[in-house]
Nanobody, 128 residues
């Protein structure tokens, strides 16, 4: 019932920036948490960032703290990931996910299996 469409991936030099976007349709998510995850070939899916229903609470994986920023615009049913100071180890497919369950007004899960709907993924490649 929920569709997520991602955009903004690409090739960037180390130290550069990218902004990923995720647009949702099919169901409003103004009361639900959203997250970003990433996965490189042969590696486990890794938590990147999450945000609660109104954007007042955000959470980040240790590897991206201080460099990435998650935000949302509920009027547009959209979530964003601003990525700064990119490193080659950030290279991965990045996925947007929506959690339609209710865990509380400030809750946003860091676990991939808590999210019900996923986008198709967008490739981010950071060169040396």
């Amino acid at each position: 019932q929920v569709q997520l469409v991602e955009s903004g991936g690409g090739l960037v030099q180390a130290g550069g920036s990218l902004r990923l976007s995720c647009a949702a349709s099919g169901r409003t998510f103004s009361s639900h948490a959203m997250g970003w995850f990433r996965q490189a070939p042969g590696k486990e899916r890794e938590f990147v960032a999450a945000i609660n229903w109104n954007g007042g609470s955000t959470y980040y994986g240790d590897s991206v703290k201080g460099r990435f920023t998650i935000s949302r615009d509920n009027a547009k049913n959209a979530v964003y990931l601003q990525m700064d100071s990119l490193k080659p180890e950030d290279t991965a497919v990045y996925y947007c996910a929506a959690d339609l369950s209710y865990g509380g007004p400030y809750y946003a899960s860091t676990e991939a299996d808590e999210y019900e709907y996923w986008g198709q993924g967008t490739q981010v490649t950071v060169s040396s």
